[in-house]
């Protein structure tokens, strides 16, 4: 992505009216330090000229850590970048998986990464992908996490997605919830020393409830997958997409491709009136208007995701998925099964 559309992307959110008083970027998807420190450098200063001095703006790198050096780490500080590593926990579990073309393994390198931003006083959160194999041992799981002094992990299920035609946890939900159970365990015996996003989200959401918009004189569970333009994906050339930020880059057969404009031709609105967008839009509310019949957990989900239900389901236009029954239902359940032992005084 060059400097020009970096500023052009930034640009059409304030044309559109689309800003607030608060705007998050996160730079994902592939390595994104595969990029220059220098890239960096000038995109943060693009984005903030874009948006004017008003706008409070937060930048966040999810990176797999192999690259992390000290002049990163001083970019990090410079632009309080907030950080997250991409880690999946043990070697034996990372390396199935995330090794060099060449075919060796990462886990050193992201390991050394990890103490680097330590080193520098930089805080930063895991994120780590869940598999078949990692369920099999929640202990050895925490205990990589705990060890290194992670404080905060996100478990993103292994999914099917794209390319990636099936999941490794299908057939093995039961031991996915035993093995959340055992995290939930060993957080509560630590005394917050390591959180896990998936389970404290869960205290929130039983606590407070999800925020609601009105909308064509109906409330809606709040579901920024769902509503048009609350996320906006712009890809290396300026294409761009919203709802689910999966969908850039993908196929379907209804779609051929989700991308609707690009920010070198057009703003993010004026693609808003095309027969791809209508469509899209109007296959996704009809599956949020199906969870909202048939899931008992719709307050608290809003819908769905819509890239989930398209490569699980074949269509946005459904409901369940292993996806919301893994990030949703299933922590929502083993956390308030713990809740309510807890007021019986067994916990």
Known sequence: MNSETVWLAAKRLVEDKLVGDTVTVVWHAGEPLAMPIAFYDEAIVSI?????????????????ATLINDAWCRLFKKHDIRVGVSVDGPAQLHDNHRRTRLGRPTHHLVVRGMNLLKSHKIPFHA??????????????FFDFFLQNEVEDVSCNIDETEGLHRASSLIGHENSYAS???RLLER???CNGQLHIRELDSMFRLISEGLPSYCWRDENWPDNVQVMPFALVT??????????????????SVDFHDFVLGNVNQETYLETSQSDRFLRL????????????????????????????????????FSTETLYCRSALQQ??????????QSRQGNV
Do not use: M
């Open 234 to 251: 712009v890809g290396w050339n300026g294409d761009f997409c919203t709802f689910s930020p999966e969908l850039l880059g993908q196929t």
């Open 127 to 140: 994120i780590a992908v869940v598999t078949a194999a990692t369920i099999a041992d929640p202990d050895a």
């Open 48 to 64: 903030r000229e874009a948006l004017g001095p008003a706008v409070q703006i937060t930048h966040s790198i999810q990176t797999n």
């Open 331 to 340: 922590p929502f359940e083993v956390v308030l099964r713990t809740l309510e």
């Open 281 to 316: 839009w109007g296959t996704i509310i009809e599956g949020v208007k199906s969870c909202r019949r048939y899931c008992k957990y719709y307050n608290y989900c809003g819908g769905g995701a819509p890239a989930n239900k398209l490569y699980e389901n074949g269509t946005c």
């Open 179 to 181: 093995f959340l159970s």
């Open 187 to 189: 957080s509560l015996e």
